[in-house]
Nanobody, 125 residues
Framework: QVQPVESGGGLVQAGGSLRLSCAAS????????MGWFRQPPGKEREFVAA?????YYADPVKGRFTISGDTAKNTLYLQLNNLKPEDTAVYFC?????????????????????WGQGTQVTVSS
């Protein structure tokens, strides 16, 4: 099984925007859920956003980030607007493919079984 591959990270000034892409393994519509997590420097990985029927967002990114998917391209996106220095992190794409994991909530990393290598987002002040 090929893992997801993220792209689109980079260096941006505060207030700027980026769009992250995730080339998913298999068909995105065949996954129970897909999500984005991030790991800031020196911190634990944290939930950012997910699509699981509906869309879900962590409080710090609500109103600034938008998760979307293009099933024809098997690609997941994360639009990052009004970026802040505290958004600096490695961003990971993840997919949930197995029914037995569906008892976990969308923001729980245990829901997801397939992870990308990550893409670095750096926001300068």
């Amino acid at each position: 099984q090929v893992q997801p591959v993220e792209s689109g990270g980079g260096l941006v000034q505060a207030g700027g925007s980026l769009r992250l892409s995730c080339a998913a393994s298999g068909r995105t519509c065949s996954n129970y859920a897909m999500g984005w997590f991030r790991q800031p420097p020196g911190k634990e990985r944290e939930f950012v956003a997910a699509i699981r029927g509906s869309t879900y967002y962590a409080d710090p990114v609500k109103g600034r980030f938008t998760i979307s998917g293009d099933t024809a391209k098997n690609t997941l996106y994360l639009q990052l607007n009004n970026l802040k220095p505290e958004d600096t992190a490695v961003y990971f794409c993840a997919a949930s493919r197995f029914p037995q994991a569906q008892r976990y909530s969308s923001d729980d990393s245990r829901l997801y079984d397939s992870w990308g290598q990550g893409t670095q987002v750096t926001v300068s002040s």
